[in-house]
């Protein structure tokens, strides 16, 4: 079945610098989504990307789709300590309409 | 006013009994779900009702069961506790297919099975 993959689980930085992060996938994806899940907390929406080559921007968040659709990056510019959490991506299964399958997710820890 | 809430937020039990957590949106969507959560944090779809039926069930030990009375509305009953159920479990919903968009996710309920 299709695997959405994210490795490594986890990556420590020092506040300031910059993050990027990987999400790959076995199959070609109709979208993406990621997702952030803070310490304790639940999962929660950042963005989704459903055109080839999209860049989408939140603040200091840049989140991108490949030219294939088989795989998306996350940068986070100038890290800060409210950045800490866990960030999935997610993709649909089986096609367009099916259930998502998420990634493992990894941990960012921020030292200040 | 909480989009997905489950309650209860945290449950200690024994081994052996039988438990349930309920989750309750507002937002209108048809389409439920629940996730389990492991200590590595893997996110792993269990079930998903549209509309009060079920769409999506993984492979999950058939001492989950889940209920949903309306589409408001998906509980999850689970018997013989074990534990290896202990986990966190996450309700959530979603835009119905196919406009399958993003998931609010409830809080969570921490499972931790004695």
């Known amino acids: 079945g ?39 907390g639940h999962p929660v929406f950042l963005i989704q990307l ?13 989140f991108q789709f490949g030219e294939a659709k088989k ?5 986070i510019t100038a890290t800060q300590t409210t950045d800490v959490g866990t960030y999935f991506c997610a993709g649909p299964a089986g096609g367009a309409n099916s259930k998502l399958t998420f990634g493992k997710g990894i941990t960012l820890s921020v030292r200040p | 006013d909480t989009a997905v809430s489950q309650t209860p937020k945290y449950l200690v039990t024994q081994m052996g009994n039988d438990k ?8 209108g969507h048809d389409t439920m779900y629940w996730y389990k ?11 998903s009702y549209n509309n009060k039926e079920l769409i999506i069930n993984e492979t999950v030990p ?8 309306d589409k408001a509305h998906l509980n999850l009953h689970i018997n013989s506790l074990e534990l290896g159920d202990s986990a966190v479990y996450f309700c959530a919903s ?21």
Request: glycine content about 6%.
């Open chain 2, 37 to 47: 959560q492991d200590s590595k944090k893997f996110l792993k779809i269990m079930f």
């Open chain 1, 71 to 75: 795989n998306s990056s996350l940068h």
């Open chain 1, 2 to 40: 299709q695997q959405v993959m994210q490795i490594p689980q986890y990556q420590h930085v020092q506040e300031g610098e910059d993050f990027t992060t990987y999400c790959n996938s076995s199959t070609t994806l109709s979208n993406i989504q990621w997702y952030k899940q803070r310490p304790g």
């Open chain 2, 20 to 27: 349930s957590i309920k989750c309750e949106q507002n937002l």
């Open chain 2, 62 to 69: 058939n001492r989950f069961s889940p209920k949903s009375p």
């Open chain 1, 50 to 62: 459903v055109k080839s080559g999209e860049v989408k921007k939140q603040k200091r968040l840049t």
């Open chain 2, 94 to 114: 979603s835009p119905p297919l196919p406009m399958a968009g993003e998931l609010f996710f409830g809080e969570g309920s921490r499972l931790t099975v004695l």
